[in-house]
């Protein structure tokens, strides 16, 4: 074998070279080539010209618009440095083509303002109600700011900001003692807890009323402004429990529209729509307060078109779940009609305002004490119930009926004792109507009708036992036609009471 040869390039590194004859054998074995067909160097690659692109390239979309993507050549060959020095150059450039003529301007303010008072995606991303809802929020917060530069107005003059004699430390302490107390009443009603919940709608109504209760408070320190810091305390502590409410009540509402995971979207353009409207009628009130109009009648008039609009802007808020009032619509329809109102239906029949002293004919979730006077009513009515987590009843002297739930009640225990409640009262209010008949049928209607108070205190046991077949054989069926309109009647919001009946348990 021939001896390896050896290059000595330096004194530390000696590079060998394989034998003569083996450098043969690889020669050998490779094709030979031409010179035309040798592959070219990185050199030559790196400054060969790419291939070109003609034409078309692609289309792109965006909001509605359309662009055509096209290959450019008129801006000409742009020649320069490529990577690792060499040199290069580009003969064409992309351009996009609008395949839609330019917006007039008018479209392109109006696209502007959508973009902050329409969620993303509108119509689409949001429910149809969406629309009339913020159309009546906007009237409302316009008649709100407007109102809120005439209270303004009449604070400031009442603590005694036009007066010389009025020092300001004694103003700014009246006005900050006045400011606490509003955020005092702001954390004790803030333990109400879930009723925000419940009946988010009667509450949102009753913010706004609240609202307006305390600006007329405000409004009545200019006839007495040397009771200013305690009228002015009260009118603040009833505008923040109402603020307390609007706010906790603002996010069920947004989330009833968003369609999608967009509801921080629709939450921060409802509040834009909001102060926008704000905004407008503030600039309005201060023109108008310039003429010195009547303090009454502007507050009156104000007052009349914000409670108009919030009226109106709560009764078109479209829920699917089933409070009180939307559970008594849909129970009230299945029991005449067979039929659920659809959530639109449901929702434009329910009762917005409940005044306190109102009669609230069905009790659930009540302790024993109120549902039960005498124990032999409970003993006779205990066996119809005893497959069932709950009891139903009827207090003749209250003229109400009474739903008990077991301590085994799951939600949808409390939503069969909630409809079984309203079947019972059906039947209830069907014989007092009978019996009121046959009173107007009597011969002598002025002679005092002693079986009055017999059908007060009726036998009702026949009426609860019918009412446990009526509900033995249409629960299932109220459930399933509820369910085909919309409703959500996995979760409960009929506000129960925490009493619950232990069963079996005695005391020792």
């Not at 225990?413 to 409809?419: E, R, S, W």
């Amino acid at each position: 074998m021939a001896p390896a040869v050896g290059i000595k390039r330096s004194a530390t590194q000696t590079i060998t070279l394989p034998p003569p004859v083996v450098r043969d054998v690889i020669r050998s074995t490779i094709p030979s080539q031409t010179a035309a067909e040798a592959p070219p160097s990185a050199a030559e690659r790196a400054v060969a010209p790419a291939p070109a692109v003609e034409g078309f390239l692609c289309l792109e979309e965006v909001d509605g618009r359309r662009w055509s993507y096209v290959v450019d050549r008129r801006s000409g060959a742009v020649k320069g440095r490529g990577r690792g020095g060499a040199a290069g150059h580009a003969g064409a450039s992309v351009r996009a083509v609008p395949l839609q003529s330019p917006l007039p301007p008018a479209e392109e303010i109006m696209a502007f303002i959508r973009s902050y008072v329409v969620p993303e995606g509108f119509p689409d991303s949001v429910t149809p109600s969406y629309v009339p809802y913020m159309s009546w929020r906007a009237l409302k917060h316009f008649f709100g700011g407007a109102m809120g530069v005439f209270t303004t107005r009449t604070l400031l003059s009442s603590v005694g900001v036009s007066q010389s004699k009025a020092t300001p430390g004694a103003i700014a302490i009246n006005w900050i003692l006045k400011d606490g107390a509003g955020r005092v009443g702001k954390m004790l009603f803030a333990r109400q807890g879930k009723k925000f919940d419940y009946d988010l709608k009667q509450l949102r109504f009753s913010s706004d009323l609240l609202l307006e209760i305390g600006a007329g408070i405000e409004l009545t320190t200019a006839a007495f402004p040397q009771f200013f810091l305690p009228m002015a305390c009260v009118a603040n502590v009833v505008k923040n429990v109402a603020a307390v409410t609007s706010t906790s009540t603002r996010t069920p509402i947004y989330k009833a529209y968003a369609r999608g995971e967009n509801i921080g979207d629709v939450t921060a353009k409802g509040e834009s729509v909001g102060n926008i409207a704000d905004l407008l009628g503030t600039g309005l009130s201060i023109f108008i307060s310039k003429r010195n109009p009547s303090l009454v009648t502007s507050f009156a008039f104000l007052s009349c078109g914000y409670l108009l609009s919030s009226y109106q802007e709560v009764r078109s808020v479209v829920l699917n779940t089933l409070n009180r009032a939307r559970f008594t619509v849909a129970v009230d329809s299945f029991i005449k009609t067979g039929h659920i109102p659809s959530l639109k239906e449901g929702n434009s029949q329910e009762t917005i305002f409940n005044p306190p002293w109102r009669h609230e004919p069905v009790a659930i979730g009540s302790r024993f004490g109120e549902a039960f006077q005498e124990p032999a009513s409970f003993v006779a009515i205990r066996p119809l119930f005893e497959d069932e987590r709950y009891i139903v009843t009827y207090n003749p002297t209250k003229d109400k009926v009474y739903a008990l739930l077991k301590d085994q009640a799951k939600s949808d225990d409390i939503i069969k004792a909630a409809f079984h409640a309203h079947v019972l009262l059906h039947f209830i209010n069907a014989s007092h109507a009978r019996r009121l008949k046959q009173k107007r049928k009597q011969a002598n209607p002025d002679r005092p009708d002693y079986g009055n108070l017999y059908s007060r205190n009726m036998d009702f046991l026949a009426h609860i036992a019918e009412s446990c077949k009526i509900v033995s054989s249409s629960y299932g069926t109220f459930k399933k036609k509820a369910r085909e309109q919309g409703w959500i009647m996995s979760e409960s919001l009929l506000n129960p009471g925490k009493a619950r009946l232990c069963g079996g348990i005695k005391p020792q």
